[in-house]
């Protein structure tokens, strides 16, 4: 997958996407809100089980105990943690849509450095177009065909 100026580039198709507010960066900071440059791995697939069907055999269900700490001082900064938990995090299983279906890249993980930025996802979109904190945004169903054609390991790559 390549990130261009039109879109997300992936097995001969374009799929319209968006990326963080802070744009395209070389240096990522935790709350920056700009998408890392680089070649990611995509390591993870998580669902919402209680919303769809399961998209590919690797993928792993979300409930409402599941979180992902974004706080620098947090032990487990930039992991997969459990509720309750003291540190900042955010709630995967959100009211919302939005993180229905979730493709985790590599961007520091699993020895995150803190303050390099934690998590960049491949996930819906707010409304088309409509910028990320950082992670990579599109249709449900671009993402859905995506996460059907997509192999563990495969490539985000964005240019910078």
Known sequence: MVVTPMG??????????SVGR???ATRKRE???ATPAGVHRIVGMLYRPDRMARPADWALPIGPSDLWSDDVRDPDYNLMVRAPHRFSHERLSRADPMY???LITDWNWPSAVPG????IFLHRWRRPGAPT???VAMAAH???????????????IVPG
């Open 142 to 156: 671009d993402l859905l065909w995506i996460a059907r054609h997509l192999q563990p390991r495969s490539r985000l």
């Open 31 to 33: 709350g920056d809100g």
């Open 22 to 24: 802070g744009g395209i």
């Open 100 to 102: 229905d279906l979730i």
């Open 133 to 135: 904190a950082g992670c």
């Open 116 to 119: 390099r930025g934690s998590a």
């Open 8 to 17: 997300l580039r992936f097995l001969g198709r374009r799929v319209p996407c």
